[in-house]
Nanobody, 126 residues
Framework: QVQVVESGGGLVQPGGSLRLSCAVS????????IGWFRQAPGKEREGVSG????????YYADSVKGRFTISRDNAKNTVYLQMNSLKPEDTAVYYC???????????????????WGQGTQVTVSS
C-alpha cells in the first residue's frame, strides 16, 4: 500500500533547471528519511541528496553541492529536489527512496531505504 512516486524529469539544456518531486503515501507517520539517488547507464546507483526527519539535516554528494537543493513539505508528504546548472553528467534515472524506520545508517547507503519509486529520467543535452 505504500507508494513512492517521482515526477518532474525530462530533457533540459546544459545550464538549465528541473525540479523533481517525490510523493509518499500509505504510511501513517509524517516523518521519515528521504534519499535521492541516480543511476546512469553502466554506472552504479549513487546517492545524490538526503534529508533526515529527526532534525532536518541535509546531505549532498560533492558532485551536486551548490547546484541541487533538497526540501520537503510535510503537509503534502512530498519531497523536492531542485536541480540547477545542470550538466550532461547529471543525465540519469533519478530515484526517490524512503526509510520509514529512520535507520542509523549513512544516508548514501542504498540499503538504508525500504521503499523506492519507479524512477524518473533526467536527460541533460544540447
Amino acid at each position: 500500500q505504500v507508494q513512492v512516486v517521482e515526477s518532474g524529469g525530462g530533457l533540459v539544456q546544459p545550464g538549465g533547471s528541473l525540479r523533481l518531486s517525490c510523493a509518499v503515501s500509505g504510511f501513517t507517520l509524517d516523518t521519515y528519511d528521504i534519499g535521492w539517488f541516480r543511476q546512469a547507464p553502466g554506472k552504479e546507483r549513487e546517492g545524490v541528496s538526503g534529508i533526515r526527519s529527526s532534525d532536518g539535516r541535509i546531505y549532498y554528494a560533492d558532485s551536486v553541492k551548490g547546484r541541487f537543493t533538497i526540501s520537503r513539505d510535510n503537509a503534502k508528504n512530498t519531497v523536492y529536489l531542485q536541480m540547477n546548472s545542470l550538466k550532461p553528467e547529471d543525465t540519469a534515472v533519478y530515484y526517490c527512496a524512503v526509510d520509514f524506520r529512520n535507520r542509523a545508517i549513512i544516508w548514501w547507503n542504498r540499503y538504508k531505504y525500504g521503499y523506492w519509486g519507479q524512477g524518473t529520467q533526467v536527460t541533460v543535452s544540447s
